[in-house]
């Protein structure tokens, strides 16, 4: 079974300071990594994506996150933290490489407030 | 613009009723989805669809009913054996990929009066 852990329920960040968002996994296999945001009564937002390739991804609104695969981590950052980015955030895995569908799973989510 | 569109957004049901949220995609799209949210659940799987005509099960199947006639509809019937409906369902759609991720729609808000 897969599953993803997202350890902090509320992420609290002064506004111009660097933001971490952490993000483990468990897959049986390669992961494909996600995050996702999401706006109070919006839907989801895609902001990047792991697949293969360079551990270091970057995605939309300056956002950035690491894959380490021997932490199974896969934790959002971003150098410079704005107001704007007060969300709730959600990490997502499936398996890679695999035939037929493959299931993808979420995170419980993580509400990040940046305090001005 | 291409996207997906779920309607209504909120939706108020009296107990016993079944009811429809409709979602609704433009993006080509072969696979659809519909999740629903709880505080602190994350994203729970109801059900999916890979292809027109098909659709399977998720996580959480029970009390709700899909159909995929068209590739652009995917639309979800929350009956009245669903014993707790109250929630935020969320419809999504992505390419039959698995690097693809998704797209989602603005999100239906149901409540049970």
């Known amino acids: 079974a897969q599953s993803v852990a997202q350890p902090e329920d509320q992420v609290n960040v002064a506004e111009g300071n660097p933001l971490t968002v952490k993000c483990t996994y468990s897959?049986?296999?390669?992961?494909?990594l996600f995050w996702y945001v999401q706006y109070p009564n919006r839907g989801l937002q895609f902001l990047l994506k792991?697949?293969?390739?360079?551990?270091l991804v970057k995605g939309s609104y300056g956002f950035e996150a690491e894959f380490n695969k021997s932490q199974t981590s896969f934790h959002l950052k971003k150098p410079s933290a704005l107001v704007s980015d007060s969300a709730l955030y959600f990490c997502?895995?499936?398996?890679?490489?695999?035939?037929?569908?493959?299931?993808?799973?979420f995170g419980t989510g993580t509400k990040l407030q940046v305090i001005p | 613009d291409g996207g997906i569109t779920q309607s209504p957004k909120y939706l108020f049901r009296k107990e016993g009723q079944n009811v429809t949220l409709s979602c609704e995609q433009n993006l080509n799209h072969d696979a659809m989805y519909w999740y629903r949210q709880d505080p602190g659940q994350g994203l729970r799987l109801i059900y999916y669809s890979q292809i027109v005509n098909d659709f399977q099960k998720g996580d959480i199947a029970e009390g709700y009913s899909v159909s995929r006639e068209k590739k652009e509809s995917f639309p979800l019937t929350v009956t009245s054996a669903q014993k707790n409906p109250t929630a935020f369902y969320l419809c999504?759609?992505?390419?039959?990929?698995?690097?693809?991720?998704?797209?989602f729609g603005q999100g239906t808000r149901l409540t049970v009066v």
């Open positions: 792991y697949i293969t390739g360079d551990n």
């Open positions: 897959v049986s296999g390669n992961p494909y």
């Open positions: 997502a895995v499936r398996v890679g490489n695999s035939g037929g569908y493959q299931k993808v799973t």
């Open positions: 999504a759609s992505s390419s039959d990929h698995q690097v693809s991720e998704a797209f």
